[in-house]
């Protein structure tokens, strides 16, 4: 019998090669990417990118590196990866769902020799990078809603009395998640505020009509009382600028181990800052009774005035008295009678037959 024809032995797979998916975040400078990601760019066969806009395009041509413009399905870029070749692929801002789904079928079917799948972070996020987001967001809506881009300091500013209370109503009974949202709402009114601010250097630059009419029919519109534009990088730079000289024990020599110590810091700093001739300055009399009392009280004890709190007929009078001997004993007078005139509330609602 003659023999059989031997069989051919199957050709060795070469290797499968490897796809790296170049992520970059949008909040961080175009061209600004990790070591890694340097490193896996100039030693890539190919480097693709489906979107001819994405914006760190020009700075890897400025640093040699060949980008292709294709968009290839999951099976295109397996088989350019064939023979062990390394290929980099640049998505979008918003991902290449197409792609990865395609990427994770074919791995799942067992059915072909897929490349090393390797998502490398070119740049992330760092922590606060979601205001950055905010300020766009709040830019447009200011260009674009009609109701917000009407909007005027003064016309804002009841809102930002009645987040402040939803803030600490959450606080005093509202979930974590409710917290969350009362904090991100007092955020709003802060970016809003600067966003109409900044809009001060374009009018300045735009207006024609330099007669005191106008001046005026702006300081009444606005509050501004031409005090000029800034943004909201300002306002993060005047709070940095205070927080750093008001800690000098953690920024600077100066020492504080207790809370004490570190409130004597801040007042002293505090009055080389102000200048104020009497303690009384900057107490915002439009706050609510009981604390504008309190704060009054403090400011006396604190500046060592020998001051008693005046004396009268009526209930005016004894709260005012009250609300110093609870300043004095380290109790906050609103939110005590705030927490007593919740229990009450609450005894309302079950003498009503209601749960609290």
Do not use: N
Not at 29 to 47: E, K, T
Not at 181 to 196: N, P, S
């Amino acid at each position: 019998m003659p023999a059989a024809p031997a069989v051919p032995a199957a050709a060795p797979a070469g290797p499968a090669g490897r796809i790296v998916l170049l992520t970059t975040s949008h909040r961080v400078a175009p061209g600004v990417l990790s070591w890694p990601a340097w490193q896996a760019l100039h030693a890539a066969d190919r480097v693709l990118c489906a979107d001819p806009g994405h914006p760190q395009l020009p700075y890897l041509r400025e640093a040699g590196i060949e980008v292709a413009h294709a968009a290839p399905d999951a099976a295109a870029l397996v088989e350019a990866c064939a023979g062990g070749r390394t290929v980099v692929v640049l998505p979008g801002g918003e991902g290449d769902r197409r792609l990865t789904d395609g990427l994770a079928r074919m791995a799942g079917s067992g059915r072909a020799a897929m490349p090393d799948l390797e998502l490398l972070p070119g740049s992330y996020d760092l922590p606060g990078a979601r205001l950055l987001d905010l300020v766009q967001v709040m830019d447009r809506i200011r260009r674009e809603c009609p109701w917000s881009s009407r909007q005027t300091h003064r016309g804002l500013a009841k809102y930002g009395i009645e987040e402040a209370y939803e803030l600490v109503e959450a606080i005093e009974d509202g979930t974590r998640a409710e917290l969350r949202e009362e904090l991100g709402d007092v955020l709003l009114q802060v970016v809003f505020h600067a966003r109409i601010a900044e809009e001060f250097r374009a009018d300045a630059a735009d207006d024609t009509d330099d007669t005191d009419e106008a001046d005026e029919a702006d300081d009444g519109e606005d509050g501004s009382s031409g005090e000029g534009a800034f943004s909201i990088d300002d306002v993060a730079a005047t709070l940095v600028e205070k927080l750093v000289r008001r800690h000098p024990h953690v920024f600077g020599d100066a020492e504080a181990h207790t809370p004490d110590e570190v409130k004597a810091h801040w007042l002293r700093t505090k009055a080389v800052e102000k200048q104020r001739a009497s303690v009384t300055d900057g107490v915002p009399l439009g706050q609510p009774g009981l604390a504008l009392a309190a704060k009054l009280a403090g400011r006396v004890r604190t500046a060592g005035l020998p001051v008693e709190p005046p004396r009268g007929e009526g209930v005016g009078y004894e709260l005012l008295a009250l609300a110093a001997r609870a300043e004095a004993a380290g109790t906050d007078p609103e939110t005590a009678l705030r927490a007593a005139a919740r229990a009450y509330r609450d005894a309302i609602r079950a003498a009503e037959g209601l749960t609290p």
